[in-house]
Each structure stands twice: as C-alpha cells, then as structure tokens.
C-alpha cells in the first residue's frame, strides 16, 4: 500500500512524464503525432499487401486471405510492447541519472512510466489493426475479450523483468548490451513469422521454456482463429511473470539507495 499511495502522490509527475517523452517523440517534424498512426498503418499495409496479395502467403490451418497478415501484425504488435517495455527498463534508471541525482521522487516512477508509454503506443497502434479487422470482416467476436488478460500477463512479465535488468545494468553495464543480442535471437526463437506447426516435434516440445510462445500464440489464437486461448498454457508465464516482479522489486528495494551513488 505504501508504494501505491507513493505512486498516487506523484501521479502528476509519472502522468507529465508520459507528456513530455510522448510530444519529444515527434518534436520538430512536421506531421507530429500522425506518426504514431502512419507508422504502423504502414506495417499493416505492407504485410497485408505483400503477404496476402504478392506472396499469396497462406497459413496452415487458416482458409482467410488476410489470415497470415493478420497472424504476422499478431505476433509483430505484441512482440514490439515486450521489447519495448524491456528495452526501455532496463535503462531508464542510466538514462535517468541527472534527474536521480536533483530530485527526490518515487524512483519506481520511472519504471511505471515507460509501462505506461508503452501500453499508450501499444493502444494506438492496435487500434489501427482492430478497426482493419473489423473493415475486412476478420474481427473474432467475444475471444477478442480474452486478449485483456493476455496483454496483462505479457506486460507483467515485461516490466519483472525489465526492473531486474535495469537493476543490474546499473552495477554491470553489459547487461545492457548482452540483452539487446539475446533479444534478437529470443525474437527469432518465437513463433512470430513462422507457425509452430512447421516446427519439428522435438523442437515444440522446448517451447515451454519460452516463457513469450504461449503469450504470442494466445494473441494469434485469439486474432486469427477466433479462439480462445488455452488457459493453463498462460499459467507458466504468469507464474514466471510473477517471480520477476517479486525479484524485480527484491532487488529494487535493496539496491535503490546505491543507485545514485552508482550512476
């Protein structure tokens, strides 16, 4: 409760944070926030345009033509809010250091901040595809429901472990580094581009160490097929997610006066 009420004294100040990065963003172009829209208009548009109608692109199990663009904007969208939302956290209290050093504030502000950034740009851009499934006949009715606590898991993994590693990237700062390679692979190690049907056996049945393939599958279940997802394979990554954050804030907690001293 204590943290709560912290958080809820200082919400002008996470609240005017998540201003003044999102109009620094788009500061002295010329068409401002519009990028926020054209910039995953154009992704859906490309994977659309590409996929379905240049490639002819067919999904296994999946008889829409817009089906693997659809599967693809699933799988990309989703994939962006974790990466964003680790991404970021692991180096925002470095990014941060001048304001850690003059103010005295609440410094899990500044984590929730970059959740709350990402969840705003996550809501935007998923707009754009929820309104181009329900213009191409695609949207998937009362599943698409399903896709709240989905999201929640996803973005409660995220920030456990992005609050770990920001801890540590301020002691070790090739934490840093090393997470933005193992990003990449882990991207690749999921099936995002790629049904898991085309996976051999052996292969799918290491899928359960990937804490991110239940969770993006779920998103695709839901957006391409219509169905809901299967509940108990969300269970691991909640309780992964879990722990993360009980680790997260273990090590926030013990760590948070060295921070400034550290940086």
Known sequence: MTLVRALWAYRGFILGSVKREFQSRYQNSVLGAAWTVLNPLAMIVVYTVIF???????????TGGFAYSIYL?????????FSEITTRAQGVFI?????????????????????????????IVFSLLTLFLLLTGNFPGWPFLALVPVIGILAMFAIGLGITLGILNVFFRDVGQVFGIFLQFWFWLTPIVYPRSILP?????????NPMAPLIGAAQDVLVHAQWPHWLSLLPPLVVAMLLCALGWRLFRRHSAELVDEL
Do not use: H, Y
Request: hydrophobic share 55%; with cysteine.
């Open 201 to 209: 056996a052996r292969v799918v049945d290491w899928l359960w160490i």
């Open 95 to 123: 990014e941060n250091a001048g304001l850690l050093k003059k103010l005295n504030f609440p410094r899990i502000s500044l984590p929730v901040t970059v959740v709350t950034n990402a969840l705003l740009n996550f809501a």
């Open 73 to 81: 904007c699933a799988g990309v969208l989703t994939w962006q809010l």
């Open 52 to 62: 379905s109608q240049v490639m002819q692109a067919r999904l296994p199990g999946a």
